[in-house]
C-alpha cells in the first residue's frame, strides 16, 4: 500500500529520504506537473537519479496517481471540459480545462463561505485540498491538454486554505513553466491574503469577487465572506494591482433584478473609477432548486456598454461549458445527490 499525503512537503521529504538532492526532487516535480512519466530518461547527466530514488519511481508514480483520478469527463460545447475528480479518501472535486490553455481547479471540497447562488456552497465545508491534490489536477489536466493558466475559481474559498493555496502557487511558478500573472487566485475577500501574498516570491493575479457594491446586498449573497466594506475591499485590491503590475479582475455574477440594475451601475462606476481594473460581468447559470434567474443576454450587454461608457473596463463573459453543469460544485451535487437517491455509482458516464 503506498503512502498516502495529500500535501506536497511530505512528498518532497520522502523524495529527499531517498536521496533526492535539490535538482532530483526538481526534476521530478517538473516531470509530474508536466504530466509526464517520472522515469522519462534524462538529457544531462545532472539530472541522473541516485539508484535508491530512482529504484522506488514506480511507488512513487502510484502515490502521485492516487492523490486524484478521473471519474468523469464532460465536455463542452465552447471547448471546455469538466472533470470530476476523485481523491484518495473518496471525496470529490470539480476541475474544469478551460479554452485557451487555461485550467480551473477547486482547493476546497465543499465551501464555508455559502455564496446564495452557488452549489459548492450549500454543502458546507467538507475538508480541505491538500497542495499536492491541487497539483495533481495540473498534472491531470496537463495530460488532457497545454495548461498555461491555472485559475483557483473550482470548489472552495482558496483564503480558507491559505497556506496549501500558497504552497500550490509557490510549486507552479517554480516548477510548472508558468507565468506569475497566469496564476489566478480567486477569493470573497479577506485580508489574510492582502497580508500574504505581497510577501511571497511567486506572487499571483488577484480575481475578487464583489457581486455588489452595497454593504447590505453583498452580505445577503455572500452570507459568510468576511465583513469588508466593498470600499475597503477595491482599496486593498488596488495596492495589490499596483505592487504587482498586473489589474484586479472583479467578479460579478448578474443574477436578474438583484444585482443588474441602475444602482449597481452607479456603484461600480463611482468605486472602480481609475482603479487598474478589470470587470468581468458573468450572468448568473441557472441551477436547478435556486431562486435566481439569469438575466437576458441583451440586458447583460446593455449594462456592460453602460458601464463601458463611464470608463470601466469591463468584459462580459459566459462561464465555461454551460452546456454541462457549469456552475461550481454542480457535477458533484449531481453524484452525491444520486447516491443520497440510492442510485450508487457514477450517473455521468
Ligand atoms: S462561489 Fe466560491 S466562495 Fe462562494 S460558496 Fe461557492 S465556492 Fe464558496
Do not use: W
Given at each position: 500500500m503506498p503512502l498516502m499525503v495529500t500535501q506536497l512537503t511530505p512528498f518532497r521529504e520522502r523524495l529527499r529520504a531517498l536521496g533526492a538532492r535539490p535538482c532530483h526532487e526538481e526534476r521530478l516535480l517538473r516531470l509530474w506537473l508536466e504530466g509526464r512519466a517520472l522515469d522519462t530518461p534524462p538529457k544531462r547527466s545532472t539530472h541522473y537519479l541516485p539508484a535508491t530514488l530512482k529504484a522506488q519511481l514506480p511507488t512513487l508514480a502510484t502515490s502521485l496517481d492516487a492523490l486524484a483520478q478521473v471519474v468523469s469527463q464532460h465536455q463542452g460545447a465552447d471547448g471546455s471540459q469538466r472533470l470530476l475528480l476523485q481523491l484518495a479518501d473518496g471525496q470529490t472535486v470539480e476541475t474544469v480545462l478551460l479554452p485557451r490553455d487555461g485550467i480551473c481547479i477547486s482547493s476546497q471540497v465543499g465551501c464555508a463561505v455559502g455564496c446564495?447562488?452557488?452549489?459548492?456552497?450549500?454543502?458546507?465545508?467538507?475538508?480541505?485540498?491538500?497542495?499536492?491534490?491541487?497539483?495533481?489536477?495540473?498534472?491531470?489536466?496537463?495530460?488532457?491538454?497545454?495548461?498555461?493558466?491555472?485559475?483557483?475559481?473550482?470548489?472552495?474559498?482558496?483564503?480558507?486554505?491559505?497556506?496549501?493555496?500558497?504552497?500550490?502557487?509557490?510549486?507552479?511558478?517554480?516548477?510548472?513553466?508558468?507565468?506569475?500573472?497566469?496564476?489566478?487566485?480567486?477569493?470573497?475577500?479577506?485580508?489574510?491574503?492582502f497580508e500574504r501574498l505581497p510577501r511571497e516570491r511567486v506572487r499571483p493575479a488577484l480575481a475578487l469577487s464583489l457581486h455588489s457594491t452595497q454593504v447590505v446586498r453583498r452580505k445577503q449573497l455572500l452570507p459568510r465572506a468576511p465583513e469588508l466594506a466593498p470600499e475597503e475591499l477595491v482599496e486593498l485590491g488596488e495596492a495589490y494591482a499596483r505592487l504587482t503590475n498586473y489589474p484586479i479582475q472583479y467578479q460579478w455574477t448578474l443574477l436578474a433584478g438583484i444585482n443588474d440594475g441602475p444602482d449597481e451601475i452607479e456603484g461600480i462606476a463611482r468605486l472602480l473609477a481609475n482603479k487598474y481594473a478589470v470587470l468581468n460581468l458573468i450572468p448568473f447559470n441557472s441551477v436547478e432548486g435556486t431562486p435566481f434567474q439569469r438575466p437576458e443576454w441583451e440586458h447583460c450587454s446593455a449594462m456592460a456598454q453602460a458601464l463601458k461608457a463611464r470608463g470601466i473596463l469591463t468584459k462580459l463573459r459566459r462561464s465555461a461549458g454551460q452546456d454541462v453543469d457549469a456552475g461550481c460544485g454542480q457535477l458533484r451535487a449531481r453524484l452525491v445527490n444520486a447516491k443520497v437517491g440510492g442510485k450508487e455509482g457514477c450517473v455521468y458516464k
Open positions: 446564495v447562488f452557488c452549489m459548492t456552497g450549500r454543502s458546507g465545508l467538507l475538508r480541505q485540498v491538500g497542495s499536492a491534490e491541487m497539483l495533481a489536477q495540473v498534472a491531470i489536466g496537463r495530460r488532457l491538454q497545454p495548461v498555461h493558466k491555472v485559475v483557483f475559481m473550482g470548489m472552495g474559498e482558496p483564503a480558507h486554505n491559505l497556506e496549501a493555496v500558497v504552497d500550490t502557487i509557490q510549486a507552479l511558478g517554480s516548477y510548472a513553466g508558468i507565468a506569475h500573472k497566469n496564476l489566478v487566485f480567486s477569493t470573497v475577500g479577506d485580508k489574510r491574503v
